[in-house]
């Protein structure tokens, strides 16, 4: 896999060489056009039952096939992170969400065609109310976890194992 900056070579809007300047900025000499590349922005949900379980979904493609995950996505142009969490928890659990509480944020990396984009995760915590769990979408399969059962390498990347391992501290 190689860093998004990488892939760009040519200027957008001369079609003259670019420069890369840390990072993140990709600088044109030759007009002066400036590009920040910034993290990709998803969400995520710590879902926890009345008896202290947390619920993992099982990946359904690529990339990370089948390993364990939490419900959550990539967040949309004009979306905020609320309405991306609500979105996609229905999409993939079916549910809706009443009361979210914000947890923290965790950057990470996705691998996709080749590239790896860097991520920032938007983790929110919310208890579950007993609503009917219907697994959709990108979701393979899913199950409340009692929290001294998850093994934090076989979650899917580096924002949830982190997430998770803070959120698994603070029961302590």
Known sequence: ?????????????????L???GDGLI??????????LKPSLTTALILENSKGEIFLTKRKFPPKKNYWDVPGGFINLKETAEECLRREIKEELGIK???INYFGSYWSYYPYKNIDYQTLCLVYTAKYEKQKITLNDDVKGG????KKNIRLN???FDDIR???RDYLRLGE
């Open 143 to 146: 199950q409340f976890i009692p």
């Open 97 to 99: 969400l009443s009361k």
């Open 162 to 164: 982190n997430a998770l």
């Open 27 to 36: 600088n044109c000499p030759s007009c002066g056009f400036h590009f920040y």
């Open 154 to 156: 076989e979650l899917s």
């Open 19 to 21: 420069n890369k300047i």
């Open 1 to 17: 896999m190689k860093p998004l900056i990488d892939n760009f070579t040519f200027c957008p809007q001369c079609k003259g060489p």
